[in-house]
């Protein structure tokens, strides 16, 4: 059964960083797509990053150079390390891990991350 718990939210300055983590369990990590998603109130859900299981990444633009992420399949966990962080980045951050064969996506419950002075 997969699992995904997201941690590591809470609020920040501008400027400030955080760092998420999604702890996962029933993955085997090489069969899926794992990725980071935010929703912003009164906004659709988007995708933030991704990693594959042989570490390619890929980011969306706005969060080019701010964000990284990584995944740790010994802890099993996926990392969002979150940089110069803007009061545009607040939302409900999600953990996914989407299925290469499937096209299945499980999500976790989020993670609220607000950005405020």
């Known amino acids: 059964q997969v699992q995904l718990v997201e941690s590591g939210g809470g609020l920040v300055q501008p400027g400030g960083s955080l760092r998420l983590s999604c702890t996962t369990s029933?993955?085997?990590?090489?069969?899926?797509?794992m990725s980071w998603y935010r929703q912003a109130p009164g906004k659709e859900r988007a995708l933030v990053a991704q990693?594959?299981?042989?570490?390619?990444?890929n980011y969306v633009d706005s969060t080019w150079g701010r964000f990284s992420i990584s995944s740790d399949q010994d802890k099993r966990t996926v990392d969002l390390q979150m940089e110069g962080l803007e009061a545009e980045d607040t939302a409900v951050y999600y953990c996914?891990?989407?299925?290469?064969?499937?096209?299945?996506?499980?999500w976790g419950q989020g993670t609220q991350v607000t950005v405020s002075s």
């Open positions: 996914s891990a989407k299925g290469k064969r499937t096209g299945y996506e499980y």
């Open positions: 029933g993955i085997i990590y090489s069969l899926f797509t």
């Open positions: 990693i594959t299981w042989d570490g390619k990444t």
